[in-house]
Nanobody
Framework: EVQLVESGGGLVQAGGSLRLSCAAS????????IGWFRQAPGKEREGVSC????????LYAESVKGRFTMSSDNAKNTVYLQMKSLTPEDTAVYYC?????????????????WGQGTQVTVSS
């Protein structure tokens, strides 16, 4: 059974930083792609970043490029999303999700497994 568990969310002031973690079980990054998504109140869920071992590429949404960095620790089967220069527009529930990574990762939300999400709130 695949499980993805996010942690690290919280309340931060604008300009601050947070690091989110996603611990995976029943799922190895070598075989699949994993992504970070977020959903703000009243908005559709959007892809933030993703990575696939098949092509070793990391993709970022334009809105977070240069501010967010996705990384992984395969020994811990955990991926991270380091977020810097946060703005109130980054406020959302952040999810990690996994899917087949044979052809690389994608920022669309047609993924097979989802975590429960972690709230990130950025105050102005």
């Amino acid at each position: 059974e695949v499980q993805l568990v996010e942690s690290g969310g919280g309340l931060v002031q604008a300009g601050g930083s947070l690091r989110l973690s996603c611990a995976a079980s029943g799922f190895t990054f070598d075989d699949y792609a994993i992504g970070w998504f977020r959903q703000a109140p009243g908005k559709e869920r959007e892809g933030v970043s993703c990575f696939s071992s098949s092509d070793a590429r990391t993709l970022y949404a334009e809105s977070v490029k240069g501010r967010f960095t996705m990384s992984s620790d395969n020994a811990k089967n955990t991926v991270y999303l380091q977020m810097k220069s946060l703005t109130p527009e980054d406020t959302a529930v952040y999810y990690c999700a996994g899917t087949d990574g044979l052809f690389g990762c994608r920022l669309t939300d047609d993924h097979d497994w989802w975590g429960q999400g972690t709230q990130v709130t950025v105050s102005s």
